[in-house]
């Protein structure tokens, strides 16, 4: 069955700290892996999106990483700002199925002052 | 620009009545998406345009709900017989075709069904 797992569920940090979010997929064929952010009451916003191909993509603090192999991804936060408080949700597509993607059920990070 | 707006913003509905979601995509945008958001959880794919057609309806739970997008733009999800476990954040996003990887969500009906 294909599933998405994030970890941790939730976290905790202090502003200007770093953090990283972990992603595990059982997702085949892969097609790409996605991290979006999703405010409260709001709907998800793309961060990076990831191919086969790519081991690495950033998006200003945020830098994702991908192992095909292991079918790990990772979100890493630096230098955390009180705006960055939020889930984060990691959503993988199985190749053929352009809509059909799989989404964890994110992990819900709060930076506090 | 614009992007993906949804109407209402939030629906209450009585048990076993009939409700309509609205979705206006991105203009533009070929390809259009409907997920459910349950509380706590990541949302859940129901079912995809391409066009005017549904290229994917995989998702929809069960014959209680059905799409459509007559003219390959607005689309409108329609749920009969309403039950309390239909109660979820209902988000819609588009993308500008059949091979674009960006989805642009908006920002969901609430529906709570009593």
């Known amino acids: 069955k294909n599933q998405v797992e994030q970890s941790p569920q939730s976290l905790i940090i202090l502003e200007g700290k770093n953090c990283t979010l972990q992603c595990n997929y059982t997702v085949s064929p892969f097609s790409n892996l996605r991290w979006y952010k999703q405010d409260t009451g709001r709907g998800p916003v793309s961060l990076t999106i990831?191919?086969?191909?790519?081991n690495t993509k950033s998006n200003g603090r945020y830098t994702a990483t991908l192992d095909a192999d292991t079918k790990q991804s990772s979100l890493h936060i630096t230098a955390s700002q009180l705006s960055d408080s939020a889930s984060y949700i990691c959503?993988?597509?199985?190749?053929?199925?352009?809509?059909?993607?799989?989404f964890g059920k994110g992990t819900k990070l709060s930076v506090k002052p | 620009g614009a992007g993906v707006s949804q109407t209402p913003s939030n629906k209450v509905t009585e048990k076993g009545k009939y409700v309509e979601l609205r979705c206006d995509p991105i203009?533009?945008?070929?390809?259009l998406y409907w997920y459910r958001q349950s509380l706590g959880q990541g949302p859940e794919f129901l079912i995809y345009f391409q066009g005017t057609g549904a290229a994917d309806d995989s998702g929809l739970p069960n014959d209680r709900f059905f799409a459509v997008r007559p003219e390959g733009s607005v689309s409108t999800l329609k749920i009969q017989r309403t039950e309390r476990g239909d109660s979820a954040v209902y988000l819609c996003?588009?993308?500008?075709?059949?091979?674009?990887?960006?989805?642009?969500f908006g920002p969901g009906t609430r529906l709570t069904v009593t």
């Open positions: 990831m191919t086969f191909s790519e």
């Open positions: 959503v993988v597509s199985a190749e053929g199925s352009q809509g059909n993607l799989i």
């Open positions: 203009s533009g945008h070929t390809a």
């Open positions: 996003a588009s993308s500008l075709g059949a091979f674009s990887y960006e989805q642009y």
